[in-house]
């Protein structure tokens, strides 16, 4: 823990005596003064001895990218690594922690905490990863007929059934087929393949559109706060400005056109041009689910003022509430009549989330529509320098939005499997909540959908003092102080952002279910002795 | 009317600026006329198994397996998978926390890194730390990692060998920074000059360029030379004299038709030199799946080996890593078992090797194949294969084709690539893609067609070419070197 903090002091010195360079310097239009996180939080904290301002290295920390210096992602950041310095250490040293095991959640990674695959999905990848199975008569005895025909349907679409050969830069057709096919059947309007570009993950498609909206720090993307911190990284990759816009709390976080308004105004008087609106739909970390009215004013708005709509909406299938449905961005627009000439969209789809949570096979896609054609070849373009996404996670994209039917041999396991994981987690959400609301100082939207709880915590006067001596920004303290005490590994609030000077924390709701007393006891009882340590 | 959100002229210069033939103009055509019905050979990209190459049976066995873990709990499993298969699957799904389906570490399983610098070791014969080692989505997401720590602005410069693969020139365009060409000797084998060097460091500092890093592409891209030891001392110094951090592309490690100059890797030779260079130079290494004999391109796997690389910047290209989560654990373990392949006594051995060796003296027989049936074109000019999967024959055109494709208001080696194309189905790159002195032209393609087909390919290839030059024959010869 010292040698933290001297590396903590010594990153603030650094970064002070780090001389300011003669290029860009990228302004965020809403610099938190609650944030004295320093930019580059060290994270090797054994690693103090290497010096890395050698002068003589053409690479150091003094003359890398400052875009790179200055981007941030606190979902894997500085608690993470505590987190994992503990685990290592518990190996060795079991006794000497109130705990005996770390609890990651910090991240929507449900398989890395007993989340079980879809059974017909892994038959699929399985025999397309070793077609010689299709010709053994034992593999019928191993897969589901179903399985066995989907893989040859779609083995059928890749010439010469080469799985391990780089495919159409924006994904293999016939599976751009099945998804177009998929986002019709879930819209009720028709998609075009040729607007589907699959990608490792929702991730890069994210920075694609980055990289083409962004061409310096005069050019502003309005982002939610809070919000996932790849689009504040992405911005800042990429040398733009961050405009935010504040979700209300209060109303459940609910979005309001009048905040969009006040915030796009507010930049162009900065002389920022606002290029794109991005909204997440279930949202991430607050997981509320707009309403198809709210949904229908963001359209409006991005239509009138020009902007890109980028909408993440890769938690599609995680709405735990019965008064709230997802609606497609895509969908809301064609059923205001809007189509290619009216506003410009970007809607992401990730196999990650859902109820799949496919994370470390890296799918997804991004259906671009209503740009014109010669700004859609750049994007070709650009997709085409890393040559194509992986087929694997190309595969699984297109069975999550053409998955069994009734009447397919593997419908009643696939369906039990589905709403088995989605009833979980539907529980969990509310268990979370619930024992969070009960908390001395808390206070905890529900969640409506998405993987996470975003409760706000009124931390006391001592607390907040407290975190400041430690130079660390109070709800990371408070985390820090959790995971010491628990093993429980959470987000702090200002990974995400919020409004200036209150404190909340991301915790997933995806522990396993029979886990979820024991934490909440620990939570509890931590919280109980925080406040008796530091209530005014 | 509403504004048009993101226009043409809106776009991010740099995403205009940047070029990537490869699966640029000729591509298109070629799958235009495909969707036509006709028949394309496709050599334009290092794409072996959509060429028919068949994957290694051991690796698609075990990720299989990987894929489907419910298999190893059924009874049956040893009748179709070979034991040596299971456990392998086992001990990779050990590694993984939670399977396929969880994201990794950000920088990839340790468990795997750990081969790697295994690998690593035993290929150089020098310690590797998996601490310094990154698994990436392929090895191109590694090269822009990097590229994108060290390009600042438009003053930053990066040698890059001319021809180079587009990869390079596509990336420090969208990074906003400075290509530093450095001219390969294509009379001498494509020999890299160190001379040569010197003069286009020079130049671009002269312009007020600072020269970041050099990019090495060993065995070369599109020019499939191989460095020897002698070179590689040479560039490790030049980058020490000049403060140059060195990106070793060495992706076609496993790919040597010859045997004078076997793959040494830049690590190795730096490390043989000792002090202080082996403590200063800093160096980067990039290694892949999807080329040498695995061929493995749509797995996306890869990784990058950092040299001299302070920790603190090894801290912020880790931060970078996390932002994108995860490379996907699928490719991680085609890499783990890449660098850990079947074992002398191993029930898959043999058959490894066999298929192995099978595609490695197959590809050393098409490179000559290849070079020989360029060279049999009275205009045509064609260094051997030495490495790598591509044939760069330089193509001396006539004047009169010259102004025809001015007419046509093409750059005269996509016009004849166009033509070839048309007239028999081959997709090349033409050599303007990768960059080549003014006034000489030059084409690439692959070897990767299947060895029955290559003798017609280049039967094809020479009637088509042998055409071209008395439809624009002229007295005056052909454009000169």
């Not at chain 1, 309403?291 to 890769?314: M, P, T, W, Y």
């Not at chain 1, 939207?445 to 001596?469: D, H, V, W």
Request: net charge neutral; charged share 20%; with cysteine.
């Amino acid at each position: 823990m010292r040698r933290f903090v001297i590396g903590q002091a010594k990153n603030l010195i650094d970064q002070t005596r780090r001389p300011r360079p003669h290029h860009n310097n990228i302004r965020l239009l809403s610099p938190l003064a609650s944030d004295p996180i320093p930019v580059s939080s060290s994270r090797f904290f054994s690693d103090m001895t290497g010096s890395d301002s050698s002068s003589s290295l053409p690479v150091t920390i003094d003359s890398i990218n400052p875009n790179v210096l200055k981007c941030e992602y606190a979902v894997r950041g500085e608690i993470v690594n505590i987190a994992q310095k503990l685990q290592d250490d518990l190996k060795i040293n079991k006794d000497a922690y109130p705990f005996d095991e770390i609890i990651y959640c910090n991240i929507g990674n449900p398989q890395s905490l007993s989340q079980q695959p879809i059974t017909f999905f892994r038959e699929v990848l399985a025999l397309c990863s070793h077609t010689a199975l299709l010709d053994r008569d034992e593999t019928h005895a191993l897969f589901s007929a179903d399985s066995i025909a989907r893989a040859w349907k779609i083995l059928d679409q890749i010439p010469g059934k080469a799985t391990g050969a780089y495919s159409h830069s924006q994904g293999i057709k016939g599976l751009r087929d099945a998804i177009a096919a998929g986002i019709e059947a879930r819209d009720g309007f028709p998609a075009d393949p040729n607007d589907i570009f699959m990608t490792d993950g929702a991730s890069p498609g994210v920075h694609m559109m980055m990289q083409l909206l962004i061409s310096s720090e005069k050019d502003g993307i309005l982002c939610p706060i809070p919000q996932y911190p790849l689009y504040s990284a992405s911005i800042a990759l990429h040398g733009g400005s961050l405009v935010p816009y504040y979700l209300d709390e209060a109303s459940g976080w609910g979005l309001e056109i009048s905040e969009l308004k006040k915030q796009l105004e507010d930049a162009k008087s900065k002389g920022i041009t606002v290029r794109a609106l991005a909204v997440i739909n279930p949202g991430n970390p607050t997981g509320q689910v707009l309403s198809e009215e709210n949904q229908r004013d963001i359209v409006d708005f991005c239509k009138k003022e020009g902007l890109v709509l980028l909408a993440d909406e890769v938690y599609q299938e995680n709405v735990y509430v019965p008064d709230k449905k997802f609606h497609s961005f895509k969908k809301v627009a064609r059923s205001m009549g809007y189509g290619e000439k009216d506003i410009s969209l970007v809607s992401f789809q990730s196999i990650s989330k859902g109820y799949y949570g496919e994370c470390g096979k890296r799918g997804g896609y991004m259906e671009v529509t209503g740009f014109t054609s010669d700004v859609r070849e750049q994007i070709y373009k650009v997709a085409s320098v890393n040559l194509c996404s992986n087929i694997s996670g190309q595969i699984l994209a297109s069975l999550v939005m053409s998955p069994p039917k009734p009447g397919d041999e593997s419908y009643e396991s696939y369906i039990a499997e589905k709403e088995g994981i989605l009833s979980s987690m539907a529980r969990r959400a509310k268990t979370l909540e619930e024992a969070l609301n009960k908390l001395e100082g808390i206070t905890c939207n529900r969640a409506e959908g998405a993987m996470y709880l975003f409760p706000c915590i009124n931390l006391p006067q001592k607390a907040i003092a407290a975190a400041e001596a430690a130079k660390t920004a109070p709800d990371t303290f408070y985390c820090k102080r959790l995971l010491n005490a628990t093993g429980i590994v959470l987000v702090p609030g200002s990974g995400f952002r919020q409004v200036p000077g209150t404190w909340h924390f991301r915790c997933t709701i995806l522990p396993q279910e029979d886990k979820i007393p024991a934490i909440v006891n620990r939570l509890t009882e931590f919280h109980k002795s925080f406040m008796d340590e530091f209530r005014d | 009317m509403s504004l048009k959100a993101l226009d043409y002229e809106s776009l991010n210069e740099n995403v205009k600026n940047c070029q990537y033939a490869v699966r640029g103009e000729l591509y298109l055509r070629a799958s235009e006329l495909q969707k036509e019905g006709k028949k394309i050979i496709f050599t334009n990209v290092g794409n072996p198994h959509a060429l028919g190459q068949k994957p290694l049976t051991f690796p698609r066995q075990v990720v299989a397996l990987c894929q489907a873990p419910f298999l190893l709990d059924n009874p049956n499993v040893g009748m179709i998978f070979p034991a040596d298969a299971i456990a392998r699957a086992k001990h990779y799904l050990s590694l993984t926390s939670g399977g396929l389906g969880a994201y990794s570490d950000s920088r990839g399983l340790p468990g795997v890194r750990k081969e790697v610098a295994e690998f690593i070791q035993r290929r150089d014969g020098y310690p590797s730390d998996p601490e310094l080692i990154f698994l990436t989505d392929g090895a191109s997401k590694g090269v822009m990692q990097i590229l994108n720590c060290v390009i600042r602005d438009q003053k930053d410069g990066i040698l890059v060998p001319v021809p180079q693969y587009p990869l390079y020139s596509a990336t420090i365009s969208l990074l906003g920074g400075t290509l530093v060409p450095y001219y390969l000797e294509e009379t001498d084998n494509w020999g890299l000059d160190v001379n040569n060097l010197r003069q286009s460091v020079a130049q671009a500092r002269s312009q007020g360029i600072t020269v970041r890093a050099m990019v090495i592409i060993n065995p070369g891209n599109p020019t499939g030379q191989c460095l020897s030891e002698a070179n590689l001392r040479e560039i490790l110094k030049f980058c020490c004299d000049e403060r140059l951090v060195l990106l070793g592309d060495e992706v076609y490690q496993q790919n040597i038709y010859q045997d004078e100059r076997p793959f040494i890797s830049s690590k190795k030779v730096l490390m043989d030199m000792g002090a202080p260079l082996s403590k200063e130079v800093q160096l980067i290494s990039f290694h892949t799946v999807s080329k040498g004999y695995w061929g493995e391109c749509g797995q996306r796997g890869g990784y990058f080996e950092m040299t001299n690389i302070p920790p603190r910047t090894v801290e912020e290209i880790y931060k970078v890593a996390s932002i994108a989560l995860s490379p996907n654990v699928s490719a991680q373990i085609f890499m783990g078992l890449m660098v850990s392949p079947p074992k002398p006594g191993d029930i898959s051995y043999d058959q490894f090797v066999r298929e192995s060796k099978g595609i490695l003296e197959s590809l050393r027989r098409r490179a000559r194949i290849m070079t020989d049936g360029f060279n049999s074109c009275k205009n045509v000019v064609c260094n051997f294969t030495e490495g790598a999967m591509y044939s760069f024959p330089q193509i001396k055109l006539p004047s009169k084709a010259i102004q025809a494709a001015k007419q046509a208001g093409k750059v005269p080696d996509v016009f004849y690539c166009l033509k070839l194309l048309e007239a028999t189905g081959i997709s090349t790159v033409p050599g303007s893609g990768f960059g080549q002195k003014e006034g000489v032209f030059h084409l690439r393609t692959t070897i990767l067609p299947a060895e029955e087909e290559m003798p017609e390919i280049m039967e094809s290839f020479k009637k088509f070419n042998d055409e071209f030059m008395s439809q624009y024959a002229d007295r005056f010869g052909y454009s000169r070197m």
